[in-house]
């Protein structure tokens, strides 16, 4: 029995003309593609949206000029002057990485937020100082305890949000103004550079003037210099430093700018470099 005409297939000349007609279309779709340049196999693109003509470019590997690394200590971009009286210029006071870096109060660090990179313990201790410094420091440790003026480390490196942590404590218990004449503001302290530190011989006169009396505060005073140490803010001088006298707050500096600010009679940095007085700031 013949099944009914509409559930017939189409006859054999109809599907060939179709197969025909598909088979040419897909050859003029595999043309156009290559003409295309599609780069990319199995992705194709709209046939309204041409592919951009790329040029290979050859790849040329050369080192670089320079490289930039954050803790290689930066060179004074002006040379020596030769001067007798003038102090050496072995390292810039711009960078925060710099171990004669300048800062107060309108001389912040660049970047506000830097962290040292090499910071270490001092002498077992959890106060850390920039490796240089750290060694300098222990070697100042233990002469002054030969000298019978031993002194321990109160803080050292101090990160920025610490700094803004105690300066907030001391404004809120002080008022601002006065506040600014014994704490920096974060991004304003030398203790964030890890070159500086607070020192003391008894509990009675941590970070006290009266440490000024102590074996350890005159021994430090008279022998920080041949450490590379500097008391940063002497007494007197609270208009240019724009802190009050802190005979426990030595710097590191190293040895050659120290014996000069010695040897000159300097008492602080922005004197021996000509800089403005920094009593406050901007």
């Known amino acids: 029995m013949r099944p009914p005409e509409h559930a017939r297939g189409p006859a054999p000349h109809v599907l060939i003309a179709a197969?025909?007609?598909?088979?040419?279309?897909?050859v003029v779709a595999a043309v156009l593609l290559a003409m295309r340049g599609d780069s990319e196999p199995g992705v194709g693109r709209a046939l309204g949206d041409p592919a951009p003509r790329v040029t290979p470019t050859p790849v040329v590997l050369s080192a670089p000029e320079s490289v930039e690394i954050e803790d290689t200590l930066p060179r004074a971009a002006t040379p020596a002057s030769g001067g007798q009286d003038d102090p050496p210029r072995t390292w810039s006071l711009e960078p925060a990485v710099s171990p004669w870096v300048i800062v107060n109060k309108l001389r912040p660090l660049d970047p506000q937020d830097y962290v040292p990179s090499d910071l270490r313990d001092v002498a077992g201790t959890s106060q850390q100082l920039r490796a240089?410094?750290?060694?300098?420091?222990?070697?100042?440790?233990?002469?002054?305890?030969?000298?019978?003026a031993s002194f321990r480390i109160s803080t050292a490196y101090r990160s920025y949000g610490f700094q803004e942590s105690l300066f907030a404590a001391y404004q809120r218990d002080w008022?601002?103004?006065?506040?600014?004449?014994?704490?920096?503001?974060a991004g304003h302290s030398e203790h964030q550079t890890g070159?500086?530190?607070?020192?003391?011989?008894?509990?009675?006169c941590k970070v006290k003037a009266c440490f000024a009396d102590e074996a350890a505060g005159r021994w430090v005073a008279a022998h920080?210099?041949?450490?590379?140490?500097?008391?940063r803010y002497p007494e007197g001088k609270q208009e240019i430093t724009g802190y009050r006298y802190e005979p426990w707050h030595v710097r590191y500096v190293g040895t050659e700018l120290a014996t000069w600010m010695r040897e000159h009679d300097v008492a602080t940095l922005e004197e021996a470099f000509s800089l403005p007085a920094a009593p406050d700031y901007p």
């Not at 240089?132 to 030969?146: I, L, N, T, Y």
């Not at 600014?180 to 503001?185: G, N, P, Q």
């Not at 070159?195 to 009675?204: F, K, L, M, T």
Request: glycine share 8%.
């Open 19 to 26: 197969l025909t007609l598909l088979g040419a279309v897909a």
């Open 132 to 148: 240089e410094a750290a060694d300098a420091m222990e070697a100042m440790m233990a002469a002054a305890s030969d000298a019978g």
């Open 175 to 185: 008022g601002t103004a006065r506040a600014e004449t014994f704490s920096a503001r």
């Open 195 to 204: 070159w500086a530190a607070d020192v003391y011989e008894s509990n009675a």
């Open 224 to 231: 920080a210099w041949e450490y590379g140490f500097i008391l």
